[in-house]
C-alpha cells in the first residue's frame, strides 16, 4: 500500500513539473516571438493604452 501512495505522489509530482515546464516554455515562446517581430519591423517597444488615463505607454516586461 506505501508503495501505490508513493508512486502516485511521484507521478502527482513529476505531471506538476511537467506543466510547470511546458507554461514557461509557452512564455519564453511567445516573448520571444514578440522580441523577434519588433527586431524585424525596427520597433523600439510595444504600446499599450492605459485604460484609466487613455493615454499609450511603452509595454512592460513583466506584464501580459
Request: proline share 0%; net charge positive; glycine share 8%.
Amino acid at each position: 500500500m506505501s508503495r501505490i501512495i508513493f508512486f502516485v505522489i511521484l507521478i502527482g509530482g513529476a505531471y506538476f513539473l511537467y506543466r510547470r515546464f511546458v507554461s514557461d516554455a509557452e512564455k519564453l515562446q511567445a516573448k520571444s516571438k514578440a522580441a523577434e517581430r519588433e527586431r524585424q519591423t525596427g520597433a523600439m517597444g510595444t504600446l499599450v493604452k492605459d485604460e484609466v488615463t487613455g493615454e499609450y505607454r511603452v509595454k512592460r516586461e513583466e506584464e501580459e
